[in-house]
């Protein structure tokens, strides 16, 4: 009863009291972390990898990973962005891996009924172009578009991500934006 109770406080508590619990080795609080968590990373891996049916695997290794590197965690109050990097970065490096020995055979997926073969082919196409013109971008633009893009950050969010300033976040931002638009127009 008492440890249900303790489980429940820490509930309502907030991110730096929670992650700052789960650094010192609190099982419970850690819990609280993962349940308060997972579908924000798992929604955010999915759309790293395109609903890969690896997700929750990633999620889960990022989870361990979190666990075993939360006393490295400097301020706990961002322990949020802090997950959702692991996340990204664990899902990259599983896309990394997976794109060394993938088959075209193991990732076409037959069309479905109501879309045409060439309606498919032209969307994956959009799909490989977006993903070819992210992977052209420096790394601070690329990082801060998929943090607004796919994770939903705020400026502020993104500048205390990349550790810049919330200026240099809106200008990282808007080149890699209008690298994306140039890059992407013949798919208007």
């Known amino acids: 009863m008492m440890a249900e109770r303790s489980t429940h406080a820490l509930g309502d508590a907030d991110d730096r009291i929670v992650a700052g619990r789960a650094a010192d080795g609190d099982v419970d609080a850690f819990a609280v972390l993962v349940r308060r968590y997972t579908r ?3 929604a955010y891996t999915r759309r790293i990898m395109n609903a890969s049916a690896d997700v929750d695997d990633v999620v889960q290794e990022a989870f361990v990973t979190a666990w075993q590197r939360l006393p490295e965690l400097d301020d706990p109050a961002r322990v949020k962005p ?3 990097r692991i996340a990204g970065h664990k899902a990259m490096d599983r896309l990394r891996a997976d794109r060394a020995h993938l088959d075209v055979d193991d990732i076409d997926a037959p069309a479905p009924e109501s879309a045409s073969p060439a309606r498919v082919a032209e969307q994956r196409a959009g799909v490989e172009a977006l993903g070819a013109a992210l992977r052209e971008l420096p790394g601070p633009q690329r990082e801060a578009w998929v943090l607004r893009e796919f994770a939903g950050c705020s400026y502020d969010e993104i500048a205390q991500e990349l550790d810049v300033s919330v200026s240099t976040a809106r200008g990282l931002l808007a080149r890699a934006r209008k690298y994306i638009i ?6 208007r």
Not at 182 to 187: A, T
């Open 40 to 42: 924000m990373m798992r």
């Open 82 to 84: 802090w997950l959702m």
């Open 182 to 187: 140039v890059r992407m127009e013949e798919w």
